[in-house]
């Protein structure tokens, strides 16, 4: 790849968008292989440059200036362990996540132009949002973003600020009070709109700001301790099945370090042939992941000896830096910087044989209250995945996804620039990026877009769902197809591999703006695998008819594929179909009793 130039396939763009579209799939995907997305080195750049001074630099820079007993930058060594730095710390996350200057930041993300959504579109009356229970709970319903809504959020931001620079309490802690309304409004802005409650990684900072509210200091450290060791566990049990072995070799393909083609090769089984992993695509996710992820942090919680924490919480941190090293689409890098350093803080700087062990609390009944609250939705989640979004059932980047693709017929994509939003389509978007520094041509645009849905492709569901496109839709080679993420970052401000955020309810909000015929947008849909089951479940959608069918596929069968399909779609179990379904929506087959 270049500075400043894409690293795409050495393709005519004009003939290449006229192949069929399982055609593109295998180019784009096999380029993958060697290439990763092919930013230019521009971008990881500019992630580089906005985690080590906005981030970093930034938030060390606050915590120094604002908190009494804490000295210059120069004396962190004398500093860094005092549990009101780690609050603060943990605020100042909160706030950059909240504004959209942290995770699902920039052009990995699909922010293209501009980079950022969250505070481009949640500061802006008339754009939608998405309550998580409209139906249910009293003054939410609605998809249209209201003054209440704009006013509610810039509150949170304002209560996020006076944390960080207001004096604290007597023991020199953030304020309690300040704590409470941050919760409370973080609770009360995610029932108006479930985009900023996620958008905030609300299931882990929640948490942790109820237990800097409710618990004294000594309590805190112990809880907060559980919190990040059942995110740790939470997320390495998600990865067993069949569904995390697909997902590193993509990973370690996108790396911008100089390994070896050979090297990013040797992740799949059949080098650019057959991409399913290998053996040692097999050993990089669950050896170096899944073990690392469910051993090593019960090793803290209980080790009774320093150096073990030490080497233990080093393995950690070189854990989570090598996913910062490999721009995981969403990019994660605060959240992983920030977990990286709570190993260190809480581990190595309050160990447990200095009185912060689970043992330690105050009264005996916290810890169950902690462990019941902490484990109840990552459970709830595993089994019903239909009811917990995957950020709070800890299934980060598992590779068990809810997903979906969209596909319009022709000329109709561009009608999103219809919809009140901060961003226009990405084809768009990306023929400007950098203010045109970094700008690719249309036919590029395309390609780059169009990679999106081979990355999909190379994971489990991708092979479920371009099965659904290419049986339902016989015109699929001259739709326009878009990975449902970017297109959820578009229209909602933000996006972090959630496939609820653009399920349904989405794209009725798209369909009362716009008015699509039938047949003009079709979305396919599917839903986590339960952690019972050997299946998924899966929609077709079309906007203006809804629901028209159900069904399931085996999660054996997709793995056993490759992302373009050579032997076919994979079998699909139809469990329903709508009775008034438009024969030039889809073609689904009979309904199976």
């Given at each position: 790849?270049?500075?400043?130039?894409?690293?795409?396939?050495?393709?005519?763009?004009?003939?290449?968008?006229?192949?069929?579209?399982?055609?593109?799939?295998?180019?784009?995907?096999?380029?993958?292989?060697?290439?990763?997305f092919g930013s230019p080195w521009m971008v990881h750049c500019l992630y580089i440059l906005k985690l080590v001074?906005?981030?970093?630099?930034?938030?060390?820079?606050?915590?120094?200036?604002?908190?009494?007993?804490?000295?210059?930058?120069?004396?962190?060594?004398?500093?860094?362990?005092?549990?009101?730095?780690?609050?603060?710390?943990?605020?100042?996350?909160?706030?950059?996540?909240?504004?959209?200057?942290?995770?699902?930041?920039?052009?990995?993300?699909?922010?293209?132009?501009?980079?950022?959504?969250?505070?481009?579109?949640?500061?802006?009356?008339?754009?939608?949002?998405?309550?998580?229970?409209?139906?249910?709970?009293?003054?939410?319903?609605?998809?249209?973003?209201?003054?209440?809504?704009?006013?509610?959020?810039?509150?949170?931001?304002?209560?996020?600020?006076?944390?960080?620079?207001?004096?604290?309490?007597?023991?020199?802690?953030?304020?309690?009070?300040?704590?409470?309304?941050?919760?409370?409004?973080?609770?009360?802005?995610?029932?108006?709109?479930?985009?900023?409650?996620?958008?905030?990684?609300?299931?882990?900072?929640?948490?942790?700001?109820?237990?800097?509210?409710?618990?004294?200091?000594?309590?805190?450290l112990i809880a907060l301790k559980l919190l990040i060791v059942i995110v740790w566990i939470g997320a390495g049990?998600?990865?067993?099945?069949?569904?995390?072995?697909?997902?590193?070799?993509?990973?370690?393909?996108?790396?911008?370090?100089?390994?070896?083609?050979?090297?990013?090769?040797?992740?799949?089984?059949?080098?650019?042939?057959?991409?399913?992993?290998?053996?040692?695509?097999?050993?990089?996710?669950?050896?170096?992941?899944?073990?690392?992820?469910?051993?090593?942090?019960?090793?803290?919680?209980?080790?009774?000896?320093?150096?073990?924490?030490?080497?233990?919480?080093?393995?950690?941190?070189?854990?989570?830096?090598?996913?910062?090293?490999?721009?995981?689409?969403?990019?994660?890098?605060?959240?992983?910087?920030?977990?990286?350093?709570?190993?260190?803080?809480?581990?190595?700087?309050?160990?447990?044989?200095?009185?912060?062990?689970?043992?330690?609390?105050?009264?005996?009944?916290?810890?169950?209250?902690?462990?019941?609250?902490?484990?109840?939705?990552?459970?709830?989640?595993?089994?019903?995945?239909?009811?917990?979004?995957?950020?709070?059932?800890?299934?980060?980047?598992?590779?068990?996804?809810?997903?979906?693709?969209?596909?319009?017929?022709?000329?109709?994509?561009?009608?999103?620039?219809?919809?009140?939003?901060?961003?226009?389509?990405?084809?768009?978007?990306?023929?400007?990026?950098?203010?045109?520094?970094?700008?690719?041509?249309?036919?590029?645009?395309?390609?780059?877009?169009?990679?999106t849905i081979a990355w999909r492709g190379m994971h489990s569901q991708g092979r479920g769902l371009y099965s659904?496109?290419?049986?339902?839709?016989?015109?699929?080679?001259?739709?326009?197809?878009?990975?449902?993420?970017?297109?959820?970052?578009?229209?909602?401000?933000?996006?972090?591999?959630?496939?609820?955020?653009?399920?349904?309810?989405?794209?009725?909000?798209?369909?009362?703006?716009?008015?699509?015929?039938?047949?003009?947008?079709?979305?396919?849909?599917?839903?986590?695998?339960?952690?019972?089951?050997?299946?998924?479940?899966?929609?077709?959608?079309?906007?203006?008819?809804?629901?028209?069918?159900?069904?399931?596929?085996?999660?054996?069968?997709?793995?056993?594929?490759?992302?373009?399909?050579?032997?076919?779609?994979?079998?699909?179990?139809?469990?329903?179909?709508?009775?008034?379904?438009?024969?030039?929506?889809?073609?689904?087959?009979?309904?199976?009793?």
């Amino acid at each position: 790849m270049g500075f400043m130039k894409p690293d795409l396939p050495q393709e005519d763009p004009q003939t290449f968008a006229a192949r069929p579209f399982l055609d593109r799939i295998r180019v784009l995907s096999k380029h993958w292989v060697e290439h990763g997305f092919g930013s230019p080195w521009m971008v990881h750049c500019l992630y580089i440059l906005k985690l080590v001074v906005l981030y970093a630099f930034g938030g060390l820079l606050v915590v120094s200036a604002t908190t009494d007993g804490v000295g210059s930058l120069s004396d962190i060594g004398q500093w860094w362990d005092q549990p009101v730095v780690y609050e603060k710390l943990l605020l100042w996350t909160v706030l950059l996540e909240v504004i959209g200057l942290a995770g699902s930041w920039g052009p990995l993300a699909g922010h293209f132009d501009p980079m950022m959504g969250g505070a481009l579109h949640w500061l802006r009356p008339g754009t939608i949002r998405l309550p998580p229970w409209p139906g249910k709970v009293p003054g939410t319903a609605g998809d249209t973003r209201k003054v209440i809504d704009v006013v509610l959020y810039v509150a949170l931001i304002g209560s996020l600020v006076a944390s960080l620079v207001m004096a604290g309490n007597s023991d020199g802690m953030v304020r309690k009070d300040v704590l409470a309304a941050i919760a409370v409004l973080l609770v009360v802005c995610g029932l108006r709109d479930r985009l900023i409650f996620l958008g905030a990684r609300s299931e882990q900072y929640l948490p942790a700001i109820v237990f800097m509210t409710v618990f004294d200091v000594h309590d805190m450290l112990i809880a907060l301790k559980l919190l990040i060791v059942i995110v740790w566990i939470g997320a390495g049990t998600s990865k067993f099945g069949k569904h995390f072995s697909m997902v590193v070799p993509p990973m370690v393909s996108n790396m911008p370090v100089p390994f070896s083609k050979w090297l990013r090769r040797a992740h799949y089984k059949g080098g650019t042939e057959d991409l399913r992993p290998s053996g040692l695509g097999w050993f990089m996710g669950h050896i170096m992941g899944t073990l690392v992820e469910l051993a090593i942090p019960l090793i803290l919680l209980f080790s009774p000896n320093r150096t073990i924490t030490l080497l233990a919480a080093a393995a950690m941190v070189i854990f989570h830096v090598f996913i910062v090293t490999t721009f995981p689409l969403a990019v994660p890098l605060e959240w992983n910087i920030l977990f990286g350093f709570t190993a260190v803080f809480l581990f190595v700087g309050h160990p447990a044989q200095d009185g912060y062990s689970v043992l330690d609390f105050s009264q005996g009944w916290i810890l169950p209250v902690v462990v019941i609250a902490l484990a109840f939705f990552p459970v709830l989640g595993n089994f019903r995945p239909d009811l917990v979004s995957f950020l709070p059932s800890l299934r980060q980047y598992a590779g068990n996804w809810a997903s979906a693709t969209w596909a319009f017929k022709p000329g109709c994509e561009e009608r999103l620039n219809e919809i009140k939003g901060a961003a226009k389509n990405h084809v768009e978007q990306l023929q400007t990026m950098g203010f045109g520094l970094l700008g690719y041509s249309p036919g590029d645009s395309e390609m780059l877009l169009q990679k999106t849905i081979a990355w999909r492709g190379m994971h489990s569901q991708g092979r479920g769902l371009y099965s659904l496109l290419i049986e339902r839709l016989p015109d699929i080679d001259q739709r326009t197809v878009r990975e449902a993420e970017f297109i959820c970052n578009s229209l909602t401000g933000w996006n972090f591999g959630d496939g609820h955020l653009h399920d349904e309810r989405l794209i009725e909000a798209v369909q009362k703006r716009l008015n699509f015929a039938p047949g003009e947008l079709v979305v396919v849909y599917c839903e986590s695998q339960p952690i019972h089951k050997d299946t998924q479940a899966y929609r077709v959608i079309d906007a203006a008819l809804g629901v028209i069918e159900r069904g399931t596929w085996k999660v054996a069968d997709a793995v056993e594929e490759q992302p373009w399909l050579p032997n076919g779609p994979i079998p699909l179990n139809v469990t329903w179909t709508h009775p008034e379904h438009n024969e030039h929506t889809a073609q689904p087959a009979p309904v199976e009793a």
